[in-house]
Each structure stands twice: as structure tokens, then as C-alpha cells.
């Protein structure tokens, strides 16, 4: 088992920047690929980005593609998204995730390990 506790979101204005923090522990962390995922009111839960296990590779989905960075420290045992240019309809439940090294790490899915997410809500 690998616990996830995100922190970070808040309620920033349109054009603001914001960074999500999401601390794990129990097991290795280099031994998952990392990913964030987010869930606004009344949709469904959707990806945002991926990370490898090594911090190597990135991926992205295209709504935040240029303006939000995934990262990890891997002796912090942390995974990161920098949120710059925030907009209002990146107001949302954001939650951590992670799969096994194993799994292919460009993908949104086969995540199996949840955090309990963080709201940020972006004001126009």
C-alpha cells in the first residue's frame, strides 16, 4: 500500500499561479509512476498529467498543456503541479494518484492509489 496526502490548492484569481504538494509514504515511491487527476462539480473525474517513476518522461493533458508542470523528488517522496495561469475552468477537486513503475506511465489509466484530493477554485 502507498498512502497519498495532497496539499497546496486554495482559491487563487484567474491568472494566478498555485502549486500542489502530494507526500507519499509506505512504500518505495520510485517504484510508482505519478499522475493528477481532477474533478470538477458535476463532472467526471479527468486526467491531467503523468510523470515516470524517474521523472524522465511527463505527460499532459491538452487542457493544461503549456501552462501546468508535473514534477517528483523522489528522496522527498513528493510529486508536484505547478498551475500557472490559472483559469476558472480549472476550478476543481485535484487528486494524486499512482501506479505501478511496471505500467505504462503516458497513459491516464491503471492508477490504483488515491489521495484524498484538494479543492482549488480559480475566481474570474
Known amino acids: 500500500q502507498v498512502q497519498l496526502v495532497e496539499s497546496g490548492g486554495g482559491l487563487v484569481q484567474s491568472g494566478d499561479s498555485l502549486r500542489l504538494s502530494c507526500a507519499a509514504s509506505?512504500?518505495?515511491?520510485?517504484?510508482?509512476?505519478m499522475g493528477w487527476f481532477r474533478q470538477a462539480p458535476g463532472k467526471e473525474r479527468s486526467f491531467v498529467a503523468a510523470?515516470?517513476?524517474?521523472?524522465?518522461?511527463?505527460y499532459y493533458a491538452d487542457s493544461v498543456k503549456g501552462r501546468f508542470t508535473i514534477s517528483r523528488d523522489n528522496a522527498q517522496n513528493t510529486v508536484y503541479l505547478q498551475m500557472n495561469n490559472l483559469k476558472p475552468e480549472d476550478t476543481a477537486v485535484y487528486y494524486c494518484?499512482?501506479?505501478?513503475?511496471?505500467?505504462?506511465?503516458?497513459?491516464?489509466?491503471?492508477?490504483?492509489?488515491w489521495g484524498q484530493g484538494t479543492q482549488v477554485t480559480v475566481s474570474s
Open positions: 510523470i515516470s517513476w524517474s521523472g524522465g518522461g511527463t
Open positions: 494518484a499512482g501506479k505501478s513503475k511496471f505500467l505504462p506511465w503516458y497513459t491516464g489509466s491503471g492508477f490504483n492509489y
Open positions: 509506505g512504500r518505495t515511491f520510485s517504484n510508482f509512476n
